[in-house]
């Protein structure tokens, strides 16, 4: 194709042509470990092993890539995969600043795996700018934020983060899960590493489990990728082509994703039982115009905030129906859960009062069901109350 594609196409079409055997549309799942070399040491491309090298990963790997304005893309057997590659760039006695509202997940690798080889994360609230910069130590070698954040959804100033780590000589890697590159473009505005959970609206249809980092840098992914074969956390040839198959939708299924929130939002703020909602598209958002400025719309996740503790909550999550109470996020089926004794359980409990991660609070990954569907499953659920 002679002229650039624009983002709907590159979801379908980017790292992906007909296959030359038999004019396959879709990229075939190679279910091989091994490929036969014609002579000791040659091979053809780069496919030796499939730790190393798949077809279908390679696949993946470019069209996450085009999605995200790099040119270079690496896949992962998980998100948290994706995020330990990033921290073995780094060496004893090095320093992370790592953003103060984060998946317990992360949380829990910074804490109990890397804190022991004398990896130290120092949690700042990054919406504060100037606290970033006053962490910032010679020791200091990553940033690593998400935004929004989970699941107090902050937004984070990609573009001014990137102005720190570079000033400072570090890095700034973006975990890019709950906006996806639909809706916003971290290495466009500075980042050197994008990371994915493509668990969650990469995947978008809560059947496979994997991770992804994307960057522009050829120096940066060849270290990254010497991990990535070193250690060995590559998703399967099927993941792969589970995840390509729903690349194809990712620009039309966030849209929905989007208009479902919106109405939702609208809803639970007229109701008697929510204290508030937090949701990046709202004007009511304390970084809303951060949010206009490096977001297209305001995604499909929301934090509400229920009158009452832990007995309200509770009472509201067991009589939900369309909005499934299971962990994950961003698939096409609604999803609710509680990220105090859920997702962020792992986050000590005066950690979550810091963050405001109370026992009222409820996230929302809202489905691409029906609107009124979703808002009169919601309600009956608050009128249980």
């Known amino acids: ?4 594609m624009r983002f709907a196409t590159r979801c379908i079409h980017a790292g992906q042509s007909p296959d030359p055997t038999t004019g396959a549309i879709c990229t075939p799942v190679y279910q091989t470990s091994t490929y036969v070399q014609p002579s000791p040491g040659v091979f053809k491309g780069e496919y030796d092993y499939s730790r ?14 085009s999605l995200e304005g790099g040119a270079h893309g690496l896949a992962f057997g998980s998100g948290v995969a994706s995020l330990a590659a990033t921290l073995h760039l780094l060496r004893s006695g090095d320093n992370v600043i790592l953003c103060d509202d984060v998946y317990g997940g992360t949380y829990r690798v ?8 004398g990896i130290t994360a120092t949690r700042v ?3 504060n700018p100037g606290a970033v910069e006053e962490a910032m130590t010679p020791a200091t070698k990553l940033l690593w934020l998400e935004t929004p954040t989970n699941p107090t959804l902050k937004i984070i100033d990609i573009e001014r983060m990137g102005e720190i780590a570079r000033t400072h000589g570090a890095l700034l890697a973006v975990d890019n899960t709950f906006a996806t590159p639909v809706l916003q473009q971290p ?25 992804a980092l994307i960057t522009k840098d050829e120096g940066l992914h060849l270290r990254l990728k010497h991990i990535q074969n070193s250690v060995g956390a590559v998703p399967g040839p099927w993941d792969c082509f589970l995840l390509l198959r729903s690349t194809k939708t990712l620009n039309v299924r966030m849209d ?3 208009d479902n929130a919106e109405k939702m939002v609208a809803f639970l703020d007229q109701h008697p039982k929510v204290e508030r909602t937090v949701y990046p598209g709202s004007e009511s958002h304390p970084q809303y115009d951060i949010a206009k ?13 229920l009158k009452g503790g832990i007995t309200e909550a509770r009472t509201f999550l067991e009589n939900v129906k369309i909005f499934a109470l299971a962990e994950s996020l961003g698939g096409v089926e609604s999803l609710i859960e509680h990220p105090a004794i ?13 963050l405001g991660i109370t026992d009222g609070l409820v996230r929302f990954s809202v489905g691409i069901e029906d609107s009124q569907d979703q808002i009169d499953d919601v309600e009956r659920a608050l009128n249980a109350i």
């Open 1 to 4: 194709m002679d002229t650039p």
């Open 52 to 65: 190393s090298a798949n077809p279908t990963r390679t696949a993946l790997e470019a069209n996450l890539a």
């Open 110 to 117: 910074f804490k109990t795996i890397f804190e022991q080889f």
């Open 125 to 127: 609230d990054m919406t």
């Open 187 to 211: 290495l466009a505005l500075g980042a050197d590493i994008v990371s994915h959970s493509s668990t969650k609206y990469i995947g978008g249809h809560a059947d496979t489990v994997g991770g």
């Open 256 to 258: 929905r994703h989007c």
């Open 293 to 305: 400025r490096q977001m297209k719309r305001g995604g499909g996740m929301i934090t509400a905030f």
């Open 342 to 354: 859920m997702t962020h359980a792992s986050v000590p409990s005066e950690e979550r009062a810091k």
